[in-house]
């Protein structure tokens, strides 16, 4: 198993230009979610997925947009890119056991975005 | 998802054992205490969870107070490559991980030689 993929690994936009990241999972995982980390920060929840057609927003969506139109992909579409959103972003999934008690998320190795 | 409290940073000396605190006194009973570390601006990857027993694995140890207000994640044996920011996380045992953790600035851990 390739685990979580996130393509490319760094990218550089200018202000206005519209963009996707991408982010794919082997594990036939349910949930899937996108993270941004600021510079000495913990990571932020973007949107998340709790299963194929199913979005939700996180603690900072806005500028950001998602879908998921199969369980392995998760893509994160920025509409129009401002310098605040110069940042990395990480892709997790995760499953449920029985009973709906979760386990742990799978982490991508990140996208470095520089917004100019 | 209840608050947690960590210290900014810790030093520990090669070859001993961590222990890093965090402290989660308004968890509630439905809620896990997740423990997961990032090393170098990787992606954040999963240690260890626990409702109220005590939890060990192949990574660490989480020992959790009969009242739940506070745990220990311990590495019984630290090594220079668990230098890292580890966090620690109380969550709702539903939905796994990736519909939304709650990531603080968590703890420095510093391996000396």
């Known amino acids: 198993n390739a685990g979580v993929t996130q393509t490319p690994k760094f990218q550089v936009l200018k202000t206005g230009q519209s963009m996707t990241l991408q982010c794919a999972q082997d594990?036939?995982?349910?949930?899937m979610s996108w993270y941004r980390q600021d510079p000495g920060m913990g990571l932020r929840l973007i949107h998340y997925s709790v299963g194929a057609g199913i979005t939700d927003q996180g603690e900072v969506p806005n500028g950001y947009n998602v879908s998921r139109s199969t369980t392995e992909d998760f893509p994160l579409r920025l509409l129009s890119a401002a310098p605040s959103q110069t940042s990395v972003y990480f892709c997790?999934?995760?499953?449920?056991?029985?009973?709906?008690?979760?386990?742990?998320?799978?982490f991508g190795q990140g996208t470095r975005l520089t917004v100019v | 998802d209840a608050k947690t409290t960590q210290p900014p940073s810790m030093d520990c000396a090669e070859g001993r054992a961590a222990n890093l605190p965090c402290n989660h006194s308004?968890?509630?009973?439905?809620?896990?205490v997740y423990w997961y570390r990032q090393i170098h601006s990787q992606g954040p990857q999963y240690i260890i969870h626990g409702l109220k027993n005590n939890e060990t694995n192949e990574m660490a140890s989480l020992i959790i107070t009969e009242d739940r207000k506070s745990s220990t994640l311990i590495l019984p044996h630290a090594t220079l490559r668990d230098t890292a920011v580890y966090y620690c996380?109380?969550?709702?045992?539903?939905?796994?991980?990736?519909?939304?953790?709650?990531f603080g600035k968590g703890t420095h851990l510093i391996i000396q030689p």
């Open positions: 997790a999934s995760s499953y449920t056991r029985g009973g709906g008690v979760g386990t742990e998320a799978f």
């Open positions: 594990m036939n995982h349910e949930y």
């Open positions: 308004t968890i509630s009973g439905n809620e896990y």
């Open positions: 996380i109380v969550r709702p045992y539903s939905g796994g991980g990736a519909d939304g953790l709650t």
